[in-house]
T-cell receptor
Framework: DSGVTQTPKHLITATGQRVTLRCSPRSGDLSVYWYQQSLDQGLQFLIQYYNGEERAKGNILERFSAQQFPDLHSELNLSSLELGDSALYFC?????????????FGDGTRLSIL | KNQVEQSPQSLIILEGKNCTLQCNYTVSPFSNLRWYKQDTGRGPVSLTIMTFSENTKSNGRYTATLDADTKQSSLHITASQLSDSASYICVVSHRAGGSYIPTFGRGTSLIVHP
């Protein structure tokens, strides 16, 4: 058990809809990362937050947004969903926000778009 | 373009045997290289993290090497066990302004047979 909690584990919705994925980091971790894993693209980095502030941005679509709250949990919002957004979405956390911090991953939210 | 290539795509070995997985990258400017193990349906688990100045890092039966000149890394697994069956993912981060952006390889799928 990594200590990172992601909810829900599974989500099924339709095209055009909006969903929110939630992540609770390990106790004491200040940094949260979001990743997308799809069959055709593999793992891709979306965005990183450190202590409530955006720290790094990767291949995150404009339809997607994220935030980290004062209690350090984070939410990833996906809107105007398309079939291609079907994927596993992982959250990871680390103590600090630096380059060489070990990251601990949750077990993901599986999003299926019908 | 930042890219990470892993080989082989898949590998089948017998329990107790050793194996070596390869990772070549064109990521620049280099920040660090990580190896992860990902069991089916689970989040990745960190095995090693290496910076530019490190050329070997061990974690139990896992030993990673890094040649920053040739931009190659390898992950050597000694005395394989059935539980080593998983996908092994190489990730190389580069510095972009004040942040660090990871690029993921597609992984090597390892199957260990009894």
């Amino acid at each position: 058990d990594s200590g990172v909690t992601q909810t829900p584990k599974h989500l099924i919705t339709a095209t055009g809809q909006r969903v929110t994925l939630r992540c609770s980091p390990r106790s004491g971790d200040l940094s949260v990362y979001w990743y997308q894993q799809s069959l055709d693209q593999g793992l891709q980095f979306l965005i990183q937050y450190y202590n409530g502030e955006e720290r790094a941005k990767g291949n995150i679509l404009e339809r997607f947004s994220a935030q980290q709250f004062p209690d350090l949990h984070s939410e990833l919002n996906l809107s105007s969903l398309e079939l291609g957004d079907s994927a596993l979405y992982f959250c990871a956390s680390s103590v600090g926000g630096g380059a060489n911090q070990p990251q601990h991953f949750g077990d993901g939210t599986r999003l299926s778009i019908l | 373009k930042n890219q990470v290539e892993q080989s082989p795509q898949s590998l089948i070995i017998l329990e107790g045997k050793n194996c070596t997985l390869q990772c070549n990258y064109t990521v620049s400017p280099f920040s660090n290289l990580r190896w992860y193990k990902q069991d089916t349906g689970r989040g990745p688990v960190s095995l090693t993290i290496m910076t530019f100045s490190e050329n070997t890092k061990s974690n139990g039966r896992y030993t990673a090497t890094l040649d920053a000149d040739t931009k190659q890394s390898s992950l050597h697994i000694t005395a394989s066990q059935l539980s080593d069956s998983a996908s092994y993912i190489c990730v190389v981060s580069h510095r972009a302004g004040g942040s660090y952006i990871p690029t993921f390889g597609r992984g090597t799928s390892l199957i260990v047979h009894p």
